[in-house]
């Protein structure tokens, strides 16, 4: 009787996880939003950049013959490092815009050269040779 009580109460505690939406597996991370806040771009840029280095050493130590598929956490790896870029250089195309009614413009994203116009589709840099300066 008490093993079935048992057996019984998972499965309708199973059930209602299940009902309630609750996810059983870690799911994909979802996408970083794009924030102004040059605290919260400038820590996306970092985990992008380990992430990154990360993903290229995984790559790099795959065989070159191909008779191997790559590892889905190295392609969801890279993805993230894509999304994360995205998203930073977003919030910093969302700062400028910012900024463009303000008589002080931040030189670090001057120089970085994000250009705002664009800023809907993540922000582009503008294509300059800042060695010609």
């Known amino acids: 009787m008490r093993s079935r009580l048992g057996s019984t109460t998972a499965v309708i505690g199973t059930l209602i996880l299940v009902l309630a939406g609750v996810p059983f597996a870690p799911s994909q991370p979802q996408n970083p939003p794009a924030s102004p806040n040059p605290t919260v771009f400038r820590a996306q840029l970092t985990e992008a950049s380990i992430l990154g280095k990360r993903t290229l050493r ?7 013959d191909e008779s191997t598929p790559v590892d889905p956490t190295v392609v969801n790896h890279a993805r993230q490092t894509y999304v994360l870029i995205r998203a930073a250089s977003h919030g910093m195309g969302l700062l400028q815009e910012r ?3 303000r008589s002080f413009k931040d030189p670090a994203l001057e120089l970085a ?3 705002c116009r664009d800023s809907d589709k993540g922000g582009r840099r503008r294509g300059r040779n800042l060695a010609a300066r």
């Open 58 to 64: 995984e790559l790099q130590s795959l065989p070159a």
């Open 99 to 101: 900024q463009q009614n």
């Open 113 to 115: 050269g994000v250009d």
